[in-house]
């Protein structure tokens, strides 16, 4: 009968033990998943002049149109990345 009393509290301690370890692996998972995204810096090398005379974001990249130091222009940028991910120009 001992050995049963013992059992049991054995096993309640474990069922304690292993919910609170569960509870405290989701709390930490939730924090961190809820932060805001990694910040993603480019330069854009452009002759000088240039301005950037509009932004507009598309599904998966971000559009920059640029004015002077030559002919108009967009720029697509991959926002995930920052790397250039094409141009648009028109041929003279």
Do not use: N, Y
């Not at 033990?17 to 569960?22: F, I, P, R």
């Not at 805001?36 to 854009?44: E, G, I, N, Q, R």
Request: aromatic share 2%; no cysteine; charged share 15%.
């Amino acid at each position: 009968m001992a050995f049963l009393k013992i059992a049991v509290v054995v096993m309640g301690v474990l069922i304690i033990g292993g919910t609170a370890t569960l509870i405290a692996v989701v709390a930490m998972r939730a924090a961190g998943s809820g932060g805001s995204p990694p910040v993603v810096s480019t330069v854009l090398e452009e002759p000088a002049g240039s301005r950037i005379a509009g932004i507009a974001a598309t599904r998966d990249r971000l559009a920059v149109q640029v004015q002077g130091g030559g002919m108009d222009r967009i720029i697509l940028i991959d926002p995930a990345t920052g790397a250039l991910a094409g141009r648009i120009s028109l041929a003279h």
